[in-house]
């Protein structure tokens, strides 16, 4: 269903950039399988890559990466959905020197409670379901093997996060909205996108934003509450999709 979705959702908005999709298909030991998982996507252009299922998702990434020789890449994970029109064009034009990585989602949030070394709130990281970075810096920045989890929750929030790698280098971290404009860390508070009133500047859902979006009101607030610090009351602009 999440990858039906997706297809659907990349038909209907167009990337609005030059790109070569790239599909990783983790831990298929069987062909018949294989060839189910491939035909889901037969309805667009895409080059397969097969991995091993001994990594999470950052650590498939890592694998893949190997394997290109783009001086960009950008990270879908298996529930992403583009949202709006030029999506991947709207990421890249935010992106420069001076910027190590643009995202569709950040977050302040801390797993603090579930480990003591990942930094307290705010956390500030960028989240991995859709972000576009240099693939050298992927590569030097993920490890080779993340086989859980927890691993992974060290990757995209630990105290060696890549956003803070970015950090200790001079760079800045950007997310983008739908509305196309790169929002920098002091903002996104204000970006109307995740976990923030109706998420209705979301670049690229998820399955964490679609969870937030089916949320009672109580649970919204107190989901925001825990992300941003307060609860991000909704506002009705209106942003192109």
């Known amino acids: 269903m999440r990858f039906k979705r997706f297809v659907s959702a990349?038909?209907?908005?167009?990337?609005?950039?030059?790109?070569?999709?790239?599909?990783?298909?983790?831990?298929?030991?069987?062909?018949?399988?294989?060839?189910?998982?491939?035909?889901?996507?037969?309805?667009?252009?895409?080059r397969a890559i097969s991995t091993d299922d001994d990594n999470f998702d950052l650590g498939a990434y890592r694998v893949a990466a190997e394997e290109l020789t783009h001086d960009l890449v950008g990270l879908l994970n298996s529930n992403a959905e583009p949202n709006s029109h030029g999506w991947i064009a709207k990421l890249l034009n935010n992106f420069g020197p001076t910027v190590g990585a643009v995202g569709a989602t950040g977050s302040f949030e801390s797993l603090h409670g579930l480990d003591y070394t990942i930094p307290p709130f705010p956390n500030v990281h960028l989240r991995s379901n859709s972000l576009i970075m240099r693939r050298t810096d992927l590569l030097a920045m993920f490890p080779k093997?993340?086989?859980?989890?927890?691993?992974?929750?060290?990757?995209e929030s630990g105290p060696n996060s890549f956003t803070r790698q970015f950090f200790e280098r001079g760079q800045s971290v950007l997310v983008v909205g739908a509305d196309g404009r790169g929002y920098a860390v002091p903002?996104?508070?204000?970006?109307?996108?995740?976990?923030?009133?109706?998420?209705?500047?979301?670049?690229?859902?998820?399955?964490?934003?679609?969870?937030?979006?089916?949320?009672?009101?109580?649970?919204?607030?107190?989901?925001?509450?825990?992300?941003?610090?307060?609860?991000?009351?909704?506002?009705?602009?209106?942003?192109?999709?």
């Open 10 to 46: 990349y038909q209907r908005h167009p990337a609005g950039a030059d790109h070569d999709l790239i599909i990783i298909f983790k831990g298929f030991d069987n062909a018949d399988d294989l060839a189910k998982a491939k035909a889901i996507f037969s309805a667009i252009h895409y």
């Open 145 to 155: 093997r993340i086989p859980n989890k927890y691993s992974a929750f060290h990757v």
């Open 187 to 241: 903002r996104w508070p204000e970006s109307r996108t995740f976990r923030q009133g109706l998420q209705e500047n979301l670049l690229v859902h998820d399955n964490v934003t679609r969870t937030y979006d089916a949320m009672s009101f109580d649970r919204k607030k107190e989901i925001s509450e825990g992300t941003w610090g307060k609860y991000i009351e909704p506002e009705f602009s209106i942003f192109p999709r």
